[in-house]
């Protein structure tokens, strides 16, 4: 039996765990943690000029979801600002609710739709979003 939540593309990316470590000089470091299954996730990031990301990295320990996850924004995050990451989580919390679409370059996120039928797993997915969130609220006054 296998169950489609955990289809190859899913532990491909999970595997390929894109930006995956710290960045040796970050301006912002943020972390979050899901307290149902243990899930934790710390994130670095180093905006440029403007306010958007310029680096990212992230260390998981944490299922293949929250991992898939990070890896997704590992690949995309650089050249997003604040208001486009928050817009991503709003766009893929509707998309575990079975609404809206997702906006490229984080399209990819759909590969994680089928946890949409498992609520418990949608703070798995929304993890390295928030931490990256977190992250960016660093240096504000």
């Known amino acids: 039996m296998s169950d489609p939540l955990y289809g190859k593309p899913l532990l491909r990316l999970a595997a390929d765990a894109v930006g995956a470590g710290r960045l040796a000089e970050f301006d912002g470091e943020g972390s979050a943690y899901n307290p149902a299954c243990g899930d934790r996730i710390r994130v670095t990031i180093r905006r440029d000029a403007n306010g958007r990301i310029a680096a990212m990295a992230h260390e998981a320990q944490a299922c293949v979801l929250t991992q898939a996850s990070a890896s997704i924004l590992g690949s995309h995050a650089v050249g997003a600002d604040e208001t486009k990451l928050r817009d991503l989580r709003d766009e893929v919390l509707a998309m575990l609710r079975g609404e809206g679409a ?16 498992h609520r418990n797993r949608h703070a798995c997915v929304l993890l390295p979003i928030d931490a990256i969130l977190n992250a960016l609220e660093q240096g504000k006054d």
């Open 102 to 117: 997702l906006s490229p370059p984080f399209d990819g996120y759909a590969v994680l739709k089928p946890a949409a039928i």
